[in-house]
């Protein structure tokens, strides 16, 4: 065992360095000793490459005292401050300086850069067992593998409670089977002290919150969230602006359209539809219904209706014409269809059925010039006059 002291024996004294060779066996021992009563030293030890494995323990002595090792595994037992700023001032008290020895690192300007090649640039790894250290156990359900916390300064001091916080944490107890990872985003509103977590990723789905859940379906998105909307401003999704949906529209709650605009046509008023609308239950409208018209002039022809006819049939002129009714069961089975047939013209006007469908158990109806006569269908195979 080799033992050396050293103290420098002139004050002041600048770039003093120490070496202590001799052979490169494991009991060797190196003392070195720096009077650390003057606050603010900074010690740099370098213990060579000759050997593998090699350690160094070295408490810090004094608050303000830095230590850096080279080419050394090291074991801090106090929190590490590093201040790299060449601006005047102190930094503030690090908010982990007890508990757990953590780097402090203060400067005018801090970033964590890499550079690599090939591969990753920069990587922040976080690892975390159960247990502890030597009797390592499996990783516990919501146990926090890593987290990028944000505080700021509110003009009288910097805060000790994180305002923001994206955290990774194991989703479930860890096991050969289960190595889930969920994501959590806390963060504060503008204008509120209040910290709240805004969002989460687990199981392929997004929760907005607490409440509203997002997920991944096949061409599409599901909202899980079950508030009812009250007005355009609550309920489970809100859009500031408008929706574009292509494809079909299912809602399972009332739909309340505020829009007072009056429709004057197909294609104006507080709901427009370009395609059909299928209402299972009544339908209650406190002002005018508007019905499609269409008008047609005899020509001794037939005019052949379908479930995408106008409702109200007018015909005019002078000759007689023919009406072909669509199946009774155009609209599925038990879904009836009305037709309004206004016969204008000085002719007659024959109705005739569908294939083997009746009307009120004939196979055609006459209407005579200057009667109209409303059909219903019993969605099956039978119409009937109103």
């Not at 969230?225 to 007005?231: E, K, M, N, V, Y």
């Amino acid at each position: 065992m080799l033992e050396q002291v050293f103290r420098p024996q002139a004050t002041p004294y600048r770039d003093d360095q120490f070496q202590v060779t001799g052979s490169a066996d494991a009991t060797k021992l190196f003392k070195l000793e720096v009077d650390t009563q003057a606050a603010g030293k900074t010690l740099t030890l370098d213990v060579g490459a000759q050997t593998a494995n090699r350690t160094a323990t070295i408490p810090v002595l004094t608050a303000s005292d830095t230590f850096a090792f080279l080419n050394v595994a090291n074991t801090f037992t106090k929190t590490q401050t590093i201040d790299i700023s060449a601006t005047a001032g102190t930094v503030p008290t690090p908010i982990f300086a007890s508990g757990t020895p953590s780097i402090f690192v203060g400067a005018v300007t801090n970033i964590l850069e890499g550079v690599a090649w090939t591969g990753q640039g920069f990587r922040m790894i976080g690892r975390l067992a159960g247990g502890s250290r030597g009797a390592d156990a499996a990783t516990a359900a919501n146990a926090v593998f890593l987290t990028l916390q944000a505080y700021g300064h509110d003009g009288t001091s910097f805060q000790t409670t994180q305002n923001a916080v994206w955290s990774m944490a194991a989703d479930g107890l860890w096991s050969g089977t289960n190595r889930g990872v969920y994501h959590v985003w806390t963060a504060t509103p503008n204008g509120s002290t209040a910290v709240a977590e805004w969002m989460r990723l687990t199981d392929a789905c997004l929760l907005i919150g607490t409440t509203t859940k997002m997920t991944g379906v096949t061409g599409g998105l599901s909202i899980g969230g079950t508030t009812d909307a009250t007005s355009t401003t609550t309920g489970a999704s809100q859009n500031a602006g408008g929706s574009s949906i292509q494809k079909a529209l299912f809602v399972g709650g009332a739909v309340n359209a505020t829009s007072t605009t009056d429709s004057t046509s197909a294609t104006s008023g507080g709901g427009i539809f370009s395609g059909g609308v299928g209402i299972a239950k009544n339908l209650v409208t406190s002002q005018g219904l508007g019905l499609g018209v269409t008008s047609t002039a005899t020509a001794a022809g037939t005019t052949t209706l379908t479930t995408a006819s106008d409702c109200v049939q007018i015909f005019t002129g002078t000759t007689t014409q023919n009406v072909t009714l669509p199946a009774a069961n155009g609209f599925g089975a038990g879904q009836g269809i009305v037709f309004i047939i206004k016969n204008r013209s000085t002719g007659a006007l024959t109705v005739n059925r569908a294939g083997s469908d009746t009307i009120e158990g004939a196979t055609s109806l006459n209407i005579s010039s200057g009667v109209t006569e409303t059909l219903i269908s019993n969605g099956v195979s039978e119409w009937e006059r109103c």
